[in-house]
């Protein structure tokens, strides 16, 4: 079960649309279901009725974040990437930084000893 939990928390930080994508793939399963095994009426018509919401939840999220945060809807890892180049710069406009500078920015979480003859000075940088 963890492993589950975890797999819906990696694509839910992702991109902000991925959990009502999911939804959407699981209700149009049910409704293909219910009409692949002669269901009721009635259960045929609210799984088609599920499946037009979360359509229109998709489309007014989008929108909504279009407008006010379109961040979320990038990669984490896009994101992460344009951070450490506001951060540390371009080739054309960078700074002095160590290889340890832009693990840290890359991987917050990751905490990494590189050794010491990996680590340049900003004075050895120049050279």
Not at 27 to 50: D, G, M, R, Y
Not at 98 to 107: E, K
Request: glycine residues 2%; proline residues 6%; charged residues 15%.
């Amino acid at each position: 079960m963890n492993y589950v939990a975890g797999v819906i928390a990696k694509i839910s930080r992702s991109n902000a649309l991925y959990p009502l994508l999911i939804s959407l793939c699981l209700t149009v399963s049910l409704s293909i279901a219910t009409v692949t095994f002669n269901a009721p009426l009635l259960i045929q018509v609210i799984s088609a009725i599920c499946v037009v919401a979360i359509i229109w939840k998709i489309v007014t999220s989008f929108d909504y974040l279009m407008r006010t945060n379109p961040n979320m809807l990038r990669s984490e890892t896009h994101v992460t990437q344009m951070k450490a180049l506001e951060l540390l710069g371009d080739n054309l406009h960078g700074t002095s930084t160590t290889p340890a500078d832009v693990i840290s920015i890359l991987n917050p979480h990751d905490v990494v000893e590189l050794p010491e003859e990996n680590q340049k000075k900003p004075e050895q940088l120049d050279e």
